[in-house]
């Protein structure tokens, strides 16, 4: 018999009790940050089902990894803890398990309308990598800086190519997003543009969040990497296409990157998405020996960003993408990561990059959409090129079928004036 919770959760829901995912909430504004699971439209208190006794397990019983402030201490504890509070937590929202569905009080303490609580970051995120892993995208990008003859530059079929971004201006989904002011590129013989960025973009990316990490000069083996990862959030990467257009020759993105970056609240684990798992694409050439994997995997996430224009009611879908078209898969990203021995750390943050399929309608960011602002988007009667002051942008992920939904709810920002 499949899975069912006591929980009333409707057929279209995120959050079954096959989802589960992790997040971080206060139930009151002034009231304690604690970790929470999402379950239909409510959030289980994870501390309160902690100080009732009911996490007995042997990893997790005496632990106090669930009254702190963040999931960071639980996702440090490994695959062995998430197993099991998973199969705790399943049992005690299964529609014929007593223990929480009939005890009234502990249901008062435990579960919260999820429109009432706020949501916070889920992690304490120390270091934050982005990745550029679809090929798509990469062909796109090149495309249209270095023409089609040789889009792709040769390394990026052999390495997962990343840069180090900053984690201190990572925001939580609903956070707005001030237009960065920067330098642009000059024109003629007049110095360099300074002001609010003119090419202000969305990118559609997921991270992964991971979990024990490992030591200083000690590698992931490629086909361990699972292991230390504990899930995914969706994330929009905002770019300033202008800003970063000048500044990243030759080190890379800097400014043009780091002035915000969303994530969405819900953590949805491996565990979850396992059903959801799908061979990735075929590598041409065959990596080398320590990217090589025993079996690539990708999961089947289906992907869409809507743009609401500034000043409209309703908002228009301009992408559906999917997960399962990113090249590089998540663990050969983490083992490139460490293949020098660099350390990661429980809630580290990896983006994907932007995640782009093979259609113009799939392709993940303003840049590709508009093909650098040459092909306006039509928006219920108004164009973009590129963001504008109050435009929201909604990003949205689901598994769907086996009989349920494993969704991430969504990521959203407004863009507001750059500071006089």
Same mark, same amino acid.
């Given at each position: 018999?499949?899975?069912?919770?006591?929980?009333?959760?409707?057929?279209?829901?995120?959050?079954?009790?096959?989802?589960?995912?992790?997040?971080?909430?206060? !139930?009151? =504004?002034?009231?304690?940050?604690? =970790?929470?699971?999402?379950?239909?439209?409510?959030?289980?208190? #994870?501390?309160?089902?902690?100080?009732?006794?009911?996490?007995?397990? !042997?990893?997790?019983?005496?632990?106090?990894?669930?009254?702190?402030?963040?999931?960071?201490?639980?996702?440090?504890?490994?695959? !062995?803890?998430?197993?099991?509070?998973?199969?705790?937590?399943?049992?005690?929202?299964?529609?014929?398990?007593?223990?929480?569905?009939?005890?009234?009080?502990?249901?008062?303490?435990?579960?919260?309308?999820?429109?009432?609580?706020?949501? #916070?970051?889920?992690?304490?995120?120390?270091?934050?990598?982005?990745?550029?892993?679809?090929?798509?995208?990469?062909?796109?990008?090149?495309? /249209?800086?270095?023409?089609?003859?040789?889009?792709?530059?040769?390394?990026?079929?052999?390495?997962?190519?990343?840069?180090?971004?900053?984690?201190?201006?990572?925001?939580?989904?609903?956070?707005?997003?001030?237009?960065?002011?920067?330098?642009?590129?000059?024109?003629?013989?007049?110095?360099?543009?300074?002001?609010?960025?003119?090419?202000?973009?969305?990118?559609?990316?997921?991270?992964?969040?991971?979990?024990?990490?490992?030591?200083?000069?000690?590698?992931?083996?490629?086909?361990?990497?699972?292991?230390?990862?504990?899930?995914?959030?969706?994330?929009?990467? @905002?770019?300033?296409?202008?800003?970063?257009?000048?500044?990243?020759?030759?080190?890379?993105?800097?400014?043009?990157?780091?002035?915000?970056?969303?994530?969405?609240? @819900?953590?949805?684990?491996?565990?979850?998405?396992? =059903?959801?798992?799908?061979?990735?694409?075929?590598?041409?050439?065959?990596?080398? !020996?320590?990217?090589?994997?025993?079996?690539?995997?990708?999961?089947? /996430?289906?992907?869409?960003?809507?743009?609401?224009?500034?000043?409209?009611?309703?908002?228009?879908?301009?992408?559906?993408?999917?997960?399962?078209?990113?090249?590089?898969?998540?663990?050969?990203?983490?083992?490139?990561?460490?293949?020098?021995?660099?350390? #990661?750390?429980?809630?580290? #943050?990896?983006?994907?990059?932007?995640?782009?399929?093979?259609?113009?309608?799939?392709?993940?960011?303003?840049?590709?959409?508009?093909?650098?602002?040459?092909? =306006?988007?039509?928006?219920?009667?108004?164009?973009?090129?590129?963001?504008?002051?109050?435009?929201?942008?909604?990003?949205?992920?689901?598994?769907?079928?086996?009989?349920?939904?494993?969704?991430?709810?969504?990521?959203?920002?407004? /863009?507001?004036?750059?500071?006089?």
């Amino acid at each position: 018999m499949a899975l069912k919770s006591f929980i009333q959760v409707h057929s279209d829901s995120h959050f079954p009790i096959q989802n589960l995912p992790y997040g971080v909430f206060k !139930p009151q =504004p002034g009231g304690e940050a604690r =970790p929470g699971v999402a379950i239909g439209d409510f959030v289980l208190d #994870l501390s309160a089902i902690a100080n009732a006794g009911l996490f007995d397990g !042997p990893v997790l019983k005496n632990s106090d990894c669930f009254v702190q402030p963040s999931l960071n201490k639980f996702l440090g504890m490994g695959r !062995p803890a998430w197993k099991e509070a998973r199969a705790t937590i399943q049992k005690l929202l299964s529609f014929d398990e007593p223990t929480l569905r009939d005890n009234g009080s502990l249901r008062e303490k435990a579960l919260f309308p999820m429109n009432k609580v706020q949501m #916070l970051l889920p992690i304490v995120i120390g270091d934050y990598t982005d990745f550029f892993s679809s090929m798509h995208h990469a062909k796109n990008c090149g495309t /249209i800086f270095r023409g089609p003859e040789n889009p792709i530059p040769a390394n990026w079929f052999h390495l997962p190519i990343a840069y180090h971004g900053r984690a201190s201006s990572i925001v939580i989904s609903g956070t707005d997003i001030i237009r960065p002011r920067g330098q642009g590129h000059p024109t003629g013989n007049s110095p360099p543009y300074f002001g609010p960025s003119l090419k202000l973009d969305f990118e559609l990316e997921m991270a992964a969040v991971i979990g024990p990490g490992n030591e200083l000069g000690k590698p992931v083996d490629v086909n361990e990497a699972a292991d230390h990862i504990f899930g995914l959030v969706l994330m929009n990467d @905002w770019s300033a296409r202008d800003i970063q257009a000048w500044e990243y020759v030759p080190l890379g993105p800097f400014l043009g990157k780091s002035f915000g970056t969303t994530i969405s609240p @819900w953590i949805v684990t491996l565990d979850a998405l396992e =059903p959801f798992a799908c061979d990735a694409p075929k590598q041409e050439p065959i990596p080398l !020996p320590y990217l090589t994997e025993k079996k690539s995997r990708n999961y089947d /996430i289906s992907l869409e960003v809507e743009i609401k224009p500034t000043g409209q009611e309703h908002s228009s879908v301009v992408t559906r993408s999917n997960f399962k078209h990113l090249y590089w898969t998540l663990t050969q990203q983490l083992a490139h990561h460490t293949i020098n021995g660099c350390n #990661l750390r429980p809630g580290d #943050l990896l983006g994907t990059g932007t995640i782009s399929g093979p259609e113009p309608e799939s392709h993940g960011c303003l840049l590709e959409l508009t093909w650098n602002g040459q092909r =306006p988007l039509s928006l219920n009667g108004s164009t973009r090129k590129f963001l504008e002051d109050g435009d929201e942008i909604i990003i949205t992920g689901c598994c769907k079928g086996n009989g349920y939904n494993v969704g991430f709810g969504t990521c959203s920002g407004k /863009i507001v004036p750059a500071p006089l």
